[in-house]
């Protein structure tokens, strides 16, 4: 017959085991880790974010989106845990959100001076077409009011003109008979 215990202290021993599920992000190294499901997952959460957490400047920003990072694992069906493996006894044990959120921040920086390049050199690529964009639109403007410009002045030439400064056609805030004089191209009396 087993003592209370004993039967107490191996279910809390299998209480404190943790089997990693596919949600969790392992930490550590290797080919185990790397392609575990939660780090997958875990890694395409940081790439979505990495770009918005290199273009912020104040460290509460940046620790936000770390935190946010953590929360979406966590919020995860099944929710995923950090975990690491003990070297010992090689149980798995969860690390916490603050050891979570320094992994996280460490891999928004990874790779950070490549990507900063890479955002450069996109950067200067949409400024450039940028300013070829407002040159051609510079142009057509000018062709525009040029071509406006040549019209008015046939107008003039033949005679007609639709400003206002024209002296060939009288004002329209007259009387009605003015405006059917004008329409009719008889003279007013």
């Known amino acids: 017959m087993m003592n209370e215990s004993s039967t107490d202290s191996t279910d809390s021993k299998s ?22 499901r939660g780090n997958t997952i875990y890694r395409g959460f940081v790439e979505e974010k990495k770009i918005e957490y290199l273009t912020r400047h104040f460290k509460r920003e940046k620790r936000q989106i770390a935190n946010e990072i953590v929360e979406k694992i966590r919020n995860l069906d ?8 003990d070297k010992g006894d090689g149980e798995w044990h969860e690390i916490g959100d603050v050891k979570a959120r320094e992994k996280t921040l460490q891999a928004l920086r990874e790779n950070a001076p490549i ?11 949409m400024m450039a077409q940028l300013v070829q964009e407002a040159r051609h639109l510079q142009e057509d403007a000018q062709r525009h009011a040029q071509a406006k410009a040549t019209a008015e002045r046939e107008r003039r030439d033949r005679g007609y003109s639709l400003g206002p400064q024209s002296p060939s056609l009288p004002s329209c805030s007259g009387s009605i008979q003015q405006m059917t004089a004008i329409s009719n191209e008889q003279p007013l009396t």
């Open 15 to 36: 209480e404190q085991c943790i089997i990693p599920t596919d949600n969790d992000v392992l930490c550590g190294r290797g080919a185990g880790t790397l392609n575990h």
């Open 78 to 85: 099944p929710p995923g845990r950090f975990l690491c493996q």
């Open 115 to 125: 990507v900063r390049r890479q955002l450069e050199e996109e950067n200067a690529v």
